[in-house]
């Protein structure tokens, strides 16, 4: 059976924590037309956040870490 390869474009997005229970995102919505965006709404989105628990799952699938038993 070969490797499983891992998803590129998620390996560039997302990052496990350290324990490998959490993994962790960058705000959408940061790259255009900010203009029309408030110094508060923008300030915001620059702080990272977890993907919701839903999801991890098939997140750390997709980057290769769904091995790992925690």
Do not use: W
Not at 12 to 18: A, I, L, M, Q, S
């Amino acid at each position: 059976m070969p490797k499983m390869k891992s998803h590129s474009g998620a390996k560039k997005r997302f990052k496990v924590n350290k324990a490998g229970t959490r993994v962790k995102r960058a705000c959408q919505n940061k790259n255009h037309i900010l203009n029309k965006k408030s110094r508060e709404r923008k300030r915001k989105l620059r702080q990272g956040d977890y993907v919701h628990s839903g999801q991890e799952r098939m997140i750390k699938a997709l980057i290769g870490e769904g091995g790992k038993s925690n």
